[in-house]
């Protein structure tokens, strides 16, 4: 069955250094993408970065960075030199397509909330 | 450009009602679904649709119906409402059915409250 596991339900960091978010994930499918939202106190998901399955290189976007480990099955979310506004639920999701189903889906983690401190 | 856009932002209702939550978007975007997000947790998937005309199930899509009439709309229906569907209602698009980098992107969420 598809799985989506955040084990971390808060972090802290300081601002200006590194933080790494887990994420693992379970699928039989070989055929699968990874991505990563931001959910700022707002409320709106922002899309942060995406890694496909077959990607032979670790996806970045600016700060942030994916460390993806096929054979673990983890897609961490390391972001580079924190900032205040970096404060926000962060939530990784997989789209995959089950066995017997015909369309993908995107299914979500249960999300880490990020607070940096000044 | 107004994206994914929905209606209402807030709604209230009482057991037993009825309810249609709008979305629409401007994409020409084939695939769009809906999420509930209840507090601490993730987004779960209700009901998607890969085109004009086809729906499927999500993970949790009891309690909830849609259509899909045109390529633009897609509205949730709750028939009748249970205070176990007080939640954040997201709907979301994207470009295709695949595993392409075209990212979901989100409406700005409905606050429903189930009394």
């Known amino acids: 069955a598809q799985k989506i596991t955040q084990t971390q339900p808060g972090m802290f960091v300081q601002e200006k250094e590194a933080v790494t978010l887990d994420c693992t994930y379970d699928?039989?499918?070989?055929?699968?993408?990874l991505f990563w939202y931001k959910q700022p106190s707002s409320g709106e998901m922002i899309f942060l970065i995406y890694?496909?399955?077959?990607?032979?290189q670790n996806a970045t976007e600016g700060r942030y960075s994916l460390n993806f480990q096929k054979a673990r099955k983890s897609a961490n979310l390391v972001i580079s030199a924190s900032q205040l506004g970096d404060s926000a639920m962060y939530f990784c999701?997989?789209?995959?397509?089950?066995?017997?189903?015909?369309?993908?889906?995107?299914?979500f983690g249960s999300g880490t909330r990020l607070l940096v401190r000044p | 450009n107004a994206g994914v856009t929905q209606t209402p932002k807030f709604q209230v209702l009482k057991t037993g009602q009825s309810m249609t939550l709008q979305c629409a978007q401007d994409?020409?975007?084939?695939?769009m679904s809906w999420y509930r997000q209840d507090p601490g947790m993730g987004l779960r998937l209700i009901h998607y649709?890969?085109?004009?005309?086809?729906?499927d199930q999500g993970e949790v899509p009891n309690g909830y119906n849609v259509s899909r009439s045109t390529t633009e709309d897609f509205p949730l229906r709750l028939l009748s409402a249970a205070p176990s569907q007080t939640s954040v209602y997201f709907c979301?698009?994207?470009?295709?059915?695949?595993?392409?980098?075209?990212?979901?992107?989100f409406g700005p969420g409905t606050r429903l409250t189930v009394l």
């Open positions: 649709s890969v085109g004009a005309g086809i729906t």
């Open positions: 890694q496909g399955s077959y990607d032979q």
């Open positions: 979301a698009s994207s470009a295709r059915d695949s595993l392409s980098t075209d990212t979901q992107y």
């Open positions: 699928t039989s499918d070989p055929s699968y993408g």
């Open positions: 999701a997989m789209r995959d397509r089950a066995v017997g189903d015909s369309s993908y889906k995107l299914i």
């Open positions: 994409m020409n975007h084939e695939y």
